[in-house]
């Protein structure tokens, strides 16, 4: 399992770079307009979908077959991925959580860490298993559309709508919908982290 995290770290940095260069950008753009959250929501959503990258640069070099040789198993393939995915999660929420703590007052926080743990996990939750099962390929197409709609939904729920009746029936429904959400999220990460390991025993590589 260590040299797995280790090759797929090795490829962040060979592969991913363009990932780092798009993450500055986007802190910049959130340090000039701080009242606009999307770019750091596009910011957790890149992070969550690294491990699905990283995926699709296995299956073109086909390191995926050539990994049957060495003593890993499926289930330990799948895990490292989802380790990936943890921790480019963790660390949106380190940047999340220092983006806050400088421009706004702790009392965002815990609503701001819930929001990038919906959009750092529930991406990368509905599109790994179908991209163990499928292949990348056939799984990329959802990628955008799920970009798209995370971004949508999270910066809905941040700016509270677009006039004072949507805030003033958004703001306290986040008291409870928000965390309800990142608590979702967790488990449906969990349950896609089981999946994934089912469906990808079952495929042949």
Not at 42 to 55: A, D, F, K
Not at 80 to 100: F, M, N, P
Request: charged share 10%; proline share 4%; hydrophobic share 55%.
């Amino acid at each position: 399992m260590k040299g797995l995290l280790v090759k797929d770290f090795y490829m962040m940095i060979g592969y991913c770079r363009s990932f780092l260069l798009v993450s500055v950008v986007f802190i910049g753009l959130f340090v000039v307009e701080p009242s606009n959250f999307f770019f750091l929501l596009m910011l957790c959503i890149m992070l969550g979908m690294l491990p699905t990258t990283l995926l699709s640069y296995d299956e073109r070099e086909h390191w995926n077959v050539y990994s049957q040789v060495f003593p890993i198993s499926k289930a330990q393939y799948v895990s490292a991925k989802y380790l990936i995915g943890l921790l480019c999660t963790i660390l949106a929420a380190a940047v999340v959580a220092t983006s806050c703590l400088v421009r706004f007052e702790a009392v965002s926080l815990i609503p701001l860490l819930c929001i990038s743990l919906v959009c750092s996990l529930i991406p990368a939750a509905l599109l790994l298993p179908l991209s163990f099962r499928f292949g990348t390929e056939k799984a990329r197409y959802l990628y955008f559309v799920f970009m798209s709609l995370a971004a949508f939904v999270g910066a809905f729920l941040i700016s509270g709508g677009d006039d004072a009746g949507g805030r003033s029936v958004l703001i306290p429904m986040m008291n409870w919908i928000v965390p309800l959400l990142s608590t979702g999220a967790v488990v449906l990460y969990g349950a896609s982290w089981l999946l994934s390991i089912t469906w990808y025993r079952r495929r042949e590589v």
